[in-house]
């Protein structure tokens, strides 16, 4: 949904860039600290001694957490049974439990600056505390100086419970810890990923285990995991989530699992059919996680009998590959999962499940009483419609039917299902008419996306829906063409899509009031007309998509939140908005409109900004100087204005812009020489501008670079030299250069990943930028000076324009080197020499230009060349000292070459 992509999106541009602030706000919270029983003996002083040592370890506790561990103070202050998270046994006084873990928001992986958390190491003095039952240090940094997770631990052997999840220990996890024979908790689950294991039998020391959470933990070496976990009869949790484990394809001769209840196997890529998988002869499991493992092929009729379980999480298998063709890898929902009458949760999306959607409703559970509860089966290839008897499923809360190919209409009787809070049904090939009639009972409906379907929706707008709706989600879903009335009753809402709706009508008066709570809103691709309301100013909006509308008018003050902000492609006119408020803005496209005036000053306050997009208005003088901050600044487009003054200085600093356009301007002046420490280019166009002077020697420092234009200055001087140092151009890039996997750039992957699906004014750029296409323009100028032969380095380029200028000396000899051309043109300069013979090894090239120079001999053969001759007859044109074929079954005044080589009268 594109809702949820933007959110991520910019939610994962927080993370990025705040992300330890962010943390530091976060409330942490600590597990209820324990004080002493008031009847209980003062504590052991050895005991107080060694956890004052403990203390002593800890070299960071910003939140206070051990600040009641005091060796002053009264006497009952001295008890350490009453210190925080210290608990005693009220009958001997020894220590029992020490509880310092703190629960951490578990979205907030990866950032590993935890400062207000305790810091430091775990004293050897624990040793002292002989009868700890219960040790909870978790998701804190006490990894020490070493980083390794210690071995003495293993000799507290009264421990049955020992939490070390969270701290950020690296290498292995030591085997000592299979002393610990009581233990019937133990988790060193470790998110940062840092700790391995190579032989996991310490384990089967511990038989009495019943919770074992290991996420984390490398065990790729551990090959027969599911043999260990069968010689630990009492275990009913099993977390093994992202541990690289290799397979889960092992058959046991048998099962002693019989207490299992849990097994999180998830994120493992085992690459083997589901079926070969040692558990699911475990009939006593309740939740089974196994998300991302890669497994394909049938599913085991085993599960049919799984009747214990209440959640079933397969999703994410092959999700990101087109597998269509793969048959081993389709998933058929053939088996019977009627009697799993437990079962409340089943994710099922990305699994490459095939079939029809009806059978498959045949094959869940109806029980008495009904579970389950949600039922993820998005992104799939269900074909068939969708039954009318799936009403029945009552207790359902959460519907995720999107990304199929399921047809038909929507059944009125999806309506009965009142605790459904969720709705998806996007991007299938549904079609008729959504009524009220399909809301009837839906009163708990919070969430529903019928995007990208052919359905129409007929509201009447004085309709009030039963529920409070929060996310309403009809791109291209017909509404129009008056404006959608009934929404304005919806004030709960606050992710609004209907893009591409047909709407045409006028942006309705209740609009600021009744989308007041809206916090991101889609109404591009429609025929709003009319103007923005004035008020906007006070809506909550943090991205608003209003392009590609036919709105006028002035844009009024922005809401103050606003982050994204889309209004390309109207008839927008007046100056462009102050800045007062908004200073949050990161997106701004204001692209193809009529504005007018000054980019003010004011627009400095947004120190945010990544995009810039103010293209193809009416636009004109200096940009301020102040313009951008470095941290964020990637994409500036003012092209097609009136802007003029020199090269804008305030790009100077803005080192992670790649793409720049000031095409279409009336700027002037020379290219600075700073324009190398732009690192990031990747693309730079300033054709038709009035820019002078010599291009920087060391633009060729821009080793990103994949696409400049100057075409149509006044650039004079030579061509830079040392255009190897181009380096991106050296490369031949034949599909996709940017798939996210080759990490050349996540800036950029997450600068598009924001605005798919969005207008992009640079949609074609875009995919030169993704494809990699590669281009050198300099037309249309006065270079003088020769055609550097080390431009044959430059092999990924695929269209060289060099025409117009005052070129000389003679084309480079190797130019067939640079086989990814598809055009070049040399025409309209004063190069001379020959044709070298090598360009007939440009079997990519489509279009060829020589004409108009001082080119002499023989022209040469090849059938790529004839070929582009046919086409194109006046290539060789105003070269007077060209001769040979073709140009000789061609006009009078061209000749056939002597023996020579040169034109020879007929
Ligand atoms: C000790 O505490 C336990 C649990 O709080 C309680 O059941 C028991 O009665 C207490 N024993 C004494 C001697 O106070
Ligand atoms: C386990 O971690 C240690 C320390 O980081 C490392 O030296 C070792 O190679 C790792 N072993 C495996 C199998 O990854
Ligand atoms: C079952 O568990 C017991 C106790 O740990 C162990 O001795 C036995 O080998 C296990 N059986 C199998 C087949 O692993
Ligand atoms: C699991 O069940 C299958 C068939 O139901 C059986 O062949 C296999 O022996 C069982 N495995 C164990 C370990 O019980
Ligand atoms: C709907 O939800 C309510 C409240 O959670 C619950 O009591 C009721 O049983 C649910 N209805 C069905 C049919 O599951
Ligand atoms: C807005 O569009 C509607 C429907 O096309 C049209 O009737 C109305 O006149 C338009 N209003 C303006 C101000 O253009
Ligand atoms: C760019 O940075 C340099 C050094 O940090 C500073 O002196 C200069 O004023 C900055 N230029 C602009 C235009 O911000
Ligand atoms: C150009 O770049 C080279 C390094 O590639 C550097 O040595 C030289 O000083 C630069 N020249 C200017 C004028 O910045």
Redesign the pocket.
Known sequence: MVATMHRLAAAMLVLLCCCCLFLATQQQQLQPAAGGNRASPSCIPHERDALLAFKHGVTSDRRGVLSSWRRDGRHDEQDCCRWRGVRCSNRTGHVHELRLGSTFPPDLLGCTIRADLLVGQISPSLLALDHLEHLDLSWNDLAGPTGSLPEFLGSLKNLKYLNLSGIPFYGGVPPQLGNLSRLQYLDLSNLMGGTNSTDLSWLTHIPSIQYLNLDGVNLSTVADWPRVMNMLPSLRALHLSGCSLASANQSLPYLNLTNLEELDASANSFHHPMVTSWFWNITSLRFLYLSDTSMYGQFPDALGDMTSLQVLDLSNNYCLYDYHDDNKNMHSMITNLKNLCNLEVLKLECTLLYGDVAELFRNLPLCSPNKLQELDLGWNHLTGMLPRWMGQFMSLVVLDLGRNYITGHVPYEMGKLSNLTHLDLKRNKLDGTITEEHFASARSLQYIDLSYNALKIEISSDWQPPSTLEYVLFASCQMGPPFPGWLQWNVSITDLDISSAGIADRIPQWFSDAFSNVEFMNISNNQLNGTLPADMGSMSLLSLYLSSNKLTGQIPTLPPNIHTLDLSNNFLSGPLPSATRSTNLRYLSLFSNRLTGHIPESFCKYQQLIVLDLSNNFLEGEPP??LGVKEYMEFVALSNNSLSGKFP??L??LTNVFFLDLSWNKFSGRLPMWIESLTSLRVIQLSHNKFFGSIPMNITNLSRLQYMDLNNNKISGSLPIYLSNLKFMTNVYMIVCYDGRDGIDSHFNSLFMAWKGQELNYGSIQRIVETCMMIIDLSSNNITGQIPEEIVALVGLVNLNLSRNHLTGVIPKKIGEMRSLQSLDLSRNMLSGEIPATLSNLTFLSYLELSYNDLTGRIPSGVQLDTLYAEYPSMYIGNVGLCGHPLQKQLLERASCTKAGWPGKN
């Open positions: 100087l102040c200085s305030f100077q600093n």
